[in-house]
C-alpha cells in the first residue's frame, strides 16, 4: 500500500511530519487538540506535457475531508456525514486526472477570469473594444477556452486547514487586459465549513468575476438526480435571459414564478413548468438577486430528505448562479463507476451578475490597477 506525506497541524501541536497508510488517519488514538486539521498530499497524475498534478486533502477534527488538486483548483471530493453520521462524498468529479482533463463541465473548479457568460464575448473599458473566445453559443462562458479552471494553481498551506493558491493571468491572457494576480484561499473549519476568499489586483483597468463550480449532491455519492433536494434562496428578483442565456438587463420579481425558492421548494417541484425561462435554459440556470451589501448574507440552503444533509451558503457577492445540472446527459462516468444522468448535480455559484461588463445597471466587475478585489463564500455543512 502507499506511504503517505502526512502533515499534522494544530494550534496545541504545531507542525510535524510523520508517514503513515490512509486507512490509519481516522483511527488515531493520540488526543485531539481543540483545533486540529491535518494535510496530507499525493500525487494525482500528470498532464500530457508530463507536468505534475498534487491533491491536497484537509481533514478537519470532525472527521470531515476535502481534496483539492493544483490543476484548475479543483475540490476533487468532499466526503461529509449524513444524519447518521455516515461519512459520503457529496461533490462530482472523476476518480483520476484524465477526467478532468478532458471535456469536463467545470466540476469542482475555480471560474475565471469571468464566472458566467459575457454577450457575444465583446466587452469595452475606457473606449476600447476587447474580444473573448466565443465558447458557448456565441457567447463568452467561464474566461474561454482556457480559463482559471485548466491553468496550474501555485499551493501552499497557509495555517491549519488552509490552502492558498495562487496564479498569475497574464495581460491579454484569453483577451483579458492587465496582469492579475489571483490568490483563492479554501479553509475548512472544525465547524464544518468551507470558507474561500478571493482576492485579486491588476496592472491595467479589467474586469474579474470569480466563482466556484462545485457540483453537489447531497445523497452521497451521487445516488440519485438532485430533484428531491429542497432549495431556499434568500431572494426576491432573479436576472432573466434570452434564449442565449444572456441577461435581457431587466430584474424579475420572483413573486409567482417557479423561481420563487423564498420558501424552501423541491428543485423537482416546478422545474418542468411552462415558463419560457426555464425553457430557455433547459430548467434552472439563472442567476438570483441578493442584496447588494458587500457584507456576508445568506444566501441559499440545501437539503436531501433521506441523508438529511444540509449546506447553507453565504457570500459577500451580490448574485448566486443556480444552475440544475441541466447539460448533464449521461454520457460522463464520474468517480466509483457512477454515470452522471441528467441533473445530477446542482451548482450555487456565488458571482456578480452574468454579462455585468455591457449592463450598467448590473454592479460592477471592473478593478482597477490600485484596488483589491476581495470576496468571500462560506459553505456550511450539517444535517437535519
Ligand atoms: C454554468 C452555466 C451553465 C453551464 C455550466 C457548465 O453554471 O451557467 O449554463 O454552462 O456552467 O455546464
Redesign the pocket.
Given at each position: 500500500m502507499k506511504n503517505y506525506l502526512y502533515i499534522v497541524i494544530g494550534s496545541v501541536c504545531g507542525l510535524l511530519l510523520a508517514s503513515c497508510r490512509p486507512d490509519q488517519k481516522q483511527t488515531e488514538s493520540t488526543p485531539q487538540p481543540d483545533t486540529m486539521v491535518t494535510t496530507a498530499t499525493k500525487p494525482f497524475g500528470k498532464t500530457a506535457d508530463g507536468k505534475e498534478v498534487t491533491e491536497y486533502t484537509l481533514t478537519n477534527k470532525n472527521g470531515v475531508t476535502m481534496s483539492v488538486i493544483n490543476y484548475g483548483g479543483i475540490i476533487t471530493r468532499l466526503s461529509t456525514p449524513d444524519k447518521n453520521g455516515v461519512f459520503e462524498d457529496i461533490v462530482l468529479g472523476y476518480d483520476s486526472l484524465s477526467g478532468y482533463l478532458k471535456e469536463t463541465?467545470?466540476f469542482g473548479a475555480i471560474v475565471g477570469r469571468y464566472g458566467?457568460?459575457i454577450a457575444n464575448g465583446k466587452f469595452t473599458l475606457d473606449g476600447q473594444t476587447y474580444s473573448l473566445a466565443q465558447n458557448?453559443n456565441g457567447q463568452h462562458?467561464?474566461g474561454g477556452l482556457k480559463g482559471f479552471d485548466k491553468v496550474f494553481w501555485t499551493i501552499e498551506q497557509a495555517g491549519p486547514g488552509k490552502l492558498r493558491l495562487t496564479y498569475v493571468s497574464n495581460d491579454m491572457e484569453e483577451g483579458y487586459p492587465g496582469n492579475l494576480n489571483v490568490e483563492v484561499t479554501y479553509e475548512l473549519t472544525d465547524d464544518n465549513e468551507l470558507k474561500i476568499a478571493y482576492t485579486a489586483t491588476t496592472d491595467k483597468k479589467t474586469i474579474v468575476n470569480l466563482t466556484q463550480?462545485s457540483y453537489f449532491n447531497l445523497s452521497g455519492n451521487a445516488k440519485r438526480d438532485i430533484l428531491d433536494h429542497a432549495l431556499t434562496l434568500y431572494a426576491d428578483k432573479f436576472v432573466p435571459v434570452t434564449n442565449v442565456?444572456i441577461p435581457t438587463g431587466k430584474l424579475n420579481d420572483v413573486a409567482g414564478t417557479p423561481f420563487d425558492f423564498r420558501k424552501e421548494t423541491a428543485i423537482g417541484l416546478r422545474t418542468n413548468d411552462k415558463d419560457q425561462q426555464l425553457e430557455f435554459?433547459g430548467g434552472y440556470?439563472h442567476c438570483w438577486v441578493l442584496s447588494s451589501s458587500d457584507s456576508i448574507k445568506h444566501a441559499a440552503t440545501v437539503s436531501e430528505p433521506v441523508s438529511g444533509r444540509v449546506v447553507d451558503v453565504y457570500t459577500t457577492e451580490p448574485g448566486i448562479?443556480f444552475?440544475a445540472g441541466?447539460?448533464l446527459d449521461g454520457s460522463i462516468t464520474g468517480k466509483q463507476g457512477v454515470v452522471y444522468k441528467h441533473r445530477y448535480g446542482l451548482?450555487l455559484?456565488t458571482e456578480h451578475f452574468p454579462d455585468s461588463p455591457n449592463q450598467k445597471s448590473f454592479p460592477s466587475t471592473e478593478l482597477k490597477p490600485g484596488e483589491v478585489y476581495k470576496t468571500y463564500t462560506t459553505y456550511k455543512f450539517s444535517v437535519r
Open positions: 463541465p467545470y458566467n457568460r458557448n462562458l467561464h463550480h442565456l435554459a440556470d448562479q444552475y441541466n447539460f451548482c455559484e
